[in-house]
């Protein structure tokens, strides 16, 4: 029998980054062996219901015994039109510009292999960053810089840069200037800018903007795609509804190589997905819950000492103690409360923790009279 030599020098997954979250396994057998159970702050997971409109929308489009298409239903195609228009003032959006994806990580995770980047390339993400920008980079071989400075490319061009505002982890919000200066910049050197605005509608204390937005993009979307999530704004996170919208070549070039891969969101979910981006009110009482924990765990955290920072938007609380991190991370959990190392998200984290506010309000409760104990 004749073999067949592997084009790869190893499996793929020496290739990756550690998956962070398993750093975390000794710290969360600590924190569950406190008396009152476990808080688990540390990862961005919706545990209120998903929305009555959302659940009757899956269960009447249940008998669905065809392959959805690629490009994805008019109808919910239009639902993105319509609520990206209603809710965050972006005009000129076709459905020619949207196509629905399975879950805005996988599609993060896979756009450089998807746009046929590779080892010659260079993709550019923020210091302060979401670990699946790096994923996607390290996937296909190509070098990777975390910067929020565009000097720091130093002549070098990029074929491909995130940006993400609100942000994760800080909860940082780009102002409308900046978002205008990075698009510019990327114009004029042909580079593709995607915005990663999966918190748009997690605000709370400025007003995050749509790199898509007129008065960021001048009314064109060339060079730019934006992606976004309903797992946030409506509790959609076991659904994987998302999409992708913008350049309406890029968008082209993406359905192609998607159609040959078969990446295709269920036809029930997008029917669900439509629902729940027609209707406002779910996403009102979602973000009031947010807000009330958010409140409740913000001044906990600074009665005990630690200092917020950022943290305008987005569903968690970016803060320090001036210590490593780890330190941090252990010392709560001795309290029984898990949060994220900032070190999760690059060097410029190392002092911070990350803390969600998607608890329960029974846990989070719990946390605030933990952290007033101490």
Known sequence: MTSVASPLTGPVSGRLPDFPWDRLTSYA???????????????????????????????????????????????????????????????????????????????????????????????????????????????????????????????????????NSPANPSGRVLPVEHLRTVVEWCRERGVLLVSDECYLECAWEAEPVSVLHPDVCGGSFEGLLAVHSLSKRSNLAGYRCAFAVGDQAVIAELLAVRKNLGLQMPGPQQVAMKAALDDDAHALEQHARYAARRALLRTALEGAGFRVDHSEASLYLWATRGEDCWRTVADLAEQGILVAPGAFYGAAGAQHVRVAFTATDERVEAAVRRLGAH
């Not at 209120?48 to 009447?60: F, G, I, M």
């Not at 196509?99 to 993709?123: M, Q, R, T, Y």
């Not at 070098?143 to 940006?163: H, K, Q, V």
Request: proline share 8%.
């Open 29 to 163: 057998a600590t924190a569950r062996s406190h008396t009152d159970g476990i808080v688990d702050l540390s990862v961005g997971t919706p545990v209120d219901p998903t929305p009555e409109v959302a659940q009757a929308a899956l269960r009447a489009a249940a008998d669905n015994p065809g392959y959805p298409t690629t490009i994805g239903l008019p109808e919910t195609r239009q639902a993105v039109v319509d609520w990206l228009g209603r809710r965050h003032g972006v005009s000129g959006v076709g459905l020619e510009h949207v196509l629905p994806v399975v879950g805005s990580k996988e599609f993060i995770a896979s756009l450089p292999l998807h746009l046929g980047l590779g080892s010659g390339d260079l993709i550019g993400f923020p210091a302060l960053a979401y670990p699946t920008y790096e994923v996607g980079a390290a996937l296909v071989g190509a070098e990777a810089i975390a910067t929020d400075d565009l000097a720091a490319f130093e002549g070098r061009t990029p074929s491909l840069l995130w940006i």
